[in-house]
């Protein structure tokens, strides 16, 4: 089986949960060489991996290159650090 767009980012979205933001970008540079065009949750998985790394001027870049695209980032929900049960 070939990777496709949501195979790499849901990797990338692992690497940004897992603190390895220099791989994301790895795989982020690999996919758009296989020729497979990052959509906007692409863009936002490997921007907050960015983020999360210290990397913010990387991550600037990289959302004014999805706003380039005509791509629109998602709003990201903070996570709460309680339950509402």
């Known amino acids: 089986l070939e990777p496709n767009i949501i195979t ?3 990797i990338i979205s692992a690497c940004e949960k897992g603190g390895q933001w220099q791989k ?3 795989l982020f540079d690999e996919l758009q060489r296989r020729g497979l065009e990052p959509n906007a949750i ?3 998985a490997v921007i907050a991996a960015c ?3 210290g990397q913010v001027a990387k991550a600037f870049r990289l959302f004014d290159e999805s706003q380039q ?5 998602r709003p990201r ?3 709460s650090s309680s339950r509402n049960n």
Do not use: I, N, P, V
Not at 69 to 73: A, E, P, Q
């Open 51 to 53: 983020k999360k790394g």
């Open 8 to 10: 790499y980012t849901a």
């Open 77 to 79: 929900r903070r996570r």
């Open 42 to 44: 692409t863009y936002d």
């Open 69 to 73: 695209r005509g791509l629109r980032s």
């Open 24 to 26: 994301a970008l790895d």
